[in-house]
């Protein structure tokens, strides 16, 4: 059993930054995937980056791809998403998510057994 806390959400303005960051209990964080998934008001759940069980290797929604940044620590068991040039369109509850498999298998919601609660983003123009 996983559980996974969110935190670092708030209210920032237009083409500001903020740091989201997820605390994963159990021991076996160091093997998952793990991935951040966002869902704005009335539309379905989007996938935003995943990170590999190392760190190693990191992969990116298009519409975050050069803005956003996903980094793990693997002995604090977090996950972090560095959200940089934020856009009104960015504001959404943010998910972090686990893949219990050991290997990226892709970016669709599926995937990943474990959820967290959601932080909300809210960006103002």
């Known amino acids: 059993q996983v559980q996974l806390v969110e935190s670092g959400g708030g209210l920032v303005q237009s083409g500001g930054s903020l740091r989201l960051s997820c605390a994963a209990s159990?021991?076996?964080?160091?093997?998952?995937?793990m991935g951040w998934f966002r869902q704005r008001s009335g539309k379905e759940r989007e996938f935003v980056a995943a990170i590999s069980s190392s760190g190693g290797t990191k992969w990116f929604g298009d519409s975050v791809k050069g803005r956003f940044t996903i980094s793990r620590d693997n002995v604090k068991n977090t996950v972090y998403l560095q959200l940089s040039s934020l856009k009104p369109e960015d504001a959404a509850v943010y998910y972090c998510?686990?893949?219990?498999?050991?290997?990226?298998?892709?970016?669709?919601?599926?995937?990943?057994?474990?959820w967290g609660q959601g932080t909300q983003v809210t960006v103002s123009s």
């Open positions: 998510a686990a893949d219990t498999n050991a290997y990226y298998r892709g970016s669709y919601s599926r995937y990943y057994y474990y």
């Open positions: 159990g021991r076996t964080f160091s093997r998952y995937v």
